[in-house]
């Protein structure tokens, strides 16, 4: 394993159906993060884990959001009762820290279009 | 909200021609970082400058920093058409513990060949 992995790559549902995404980081990067991505922005932030604690969360992240991190390993974003605003690029990253200030590792995201 | 803003938001040149891109953010920072995506796929790392540095070169790359303006640009040389996506920079806030970053709405880069 070389780097971040996503899936499912893309990802169609009808409104108000939940969906679920998963990402596998780096294995030896504690933090992971998840971002989301509109077209012709830049990504923005939703949420990390220190390995499996989500020490953060963006006012972003509705309650129909939620993330987990079970062991510190993979982790999944759930969006319950999908709204057609939630499509978009669903990216997920991982770094090595301690003390901040190292690269993010990026996956391939997973696109979402809702119906 | 996003910090940094980015100019040009799309830039075309040819190959061959340098490109320079740049970015200003708002805050204190730890780092910044520079992205390269390509349409529709994840983000690919380009190049980190700590707030105490003040020019960084890797590759064809050159990054500048300056922290009085809060402001960075990053140079392209000799580019070429494979350089052709999109290019956001991301600060590491200084108020932030976490890592998280924070990206402009990044630059549109098109290399003719």
């Known amino acids: 394993d070389t780097g971040v992995s996503q899936n499912p790559r893309h990802k169609i549902t009808k409104r108000g159906q939940n969906v679920t995404f998963r990402c596998d980081p780096i294995?030896?990067?504690?933090?992971l993060y998840w971002y989301r991505q509109t077209l012709g922005q830049g990504p923005e932030f939703l949420t990390y884990?220190?390995?499996?604690?989500?020490?953060?969360k963006s006012r972003l992240l509705s309650d129909r959001f939620s993330a987990e991190r079970p062991k510190g390993s993979f982790s999944t974003l759930e969006i319950q009762r999908t709204e057609q605003g939630d499509s978009a690029m669903y990216l997920c990253?991982?770094?090595?820290?301690?003390?901040?200030?190292?690269?993010?590792?990026f996956g391939q995201g997973t696109r979402l279009t809702v119906v | 909200s996003q910090q940094g803003e980015e100019d040009p938001q799309a830039l075309s040149i040819q190959e061959g021609e340098n490109a320079t891109m740049n970015c200003s953010y708002k805050t204190s920072i730890n780092n910044l970082q520079w992205y390269r995506q390509n349409s529709g796929r994840g983000l690919v790392h380009l190049i980190l400058i700590r707030s105490n540095e003040r020019e960084k070169h890797s590759g064809r790359l050159r990054v500048t920093l300056d922290t009085s303006k809060k402001s960075s640009s990053l140079l392209i040389t000799a580019s070429r058409a494979a350089d052709t996506a999109s290019y956001f920079c991301?600060?590491?806030?200084?108020?932030?513990?976490?890592?998280?970053?924070?990206f402009g709405q990044g630059t549109e880069l098109s290399v003719k060949p």
């Open positions: 991301a600060t590491d806030s200084f108020y932030n513990q976490g890592g998280k970053l924070i």
């Open positions: 990253a991982s770094s090595l820290s301690p003390g901040g200030g190292t690269e993010a590792f």
């Open positions: 884990f220190q390995n499996e604690a989500q020490l953060e």
């Open positions: 294995s030896e990067h504690n933090r």
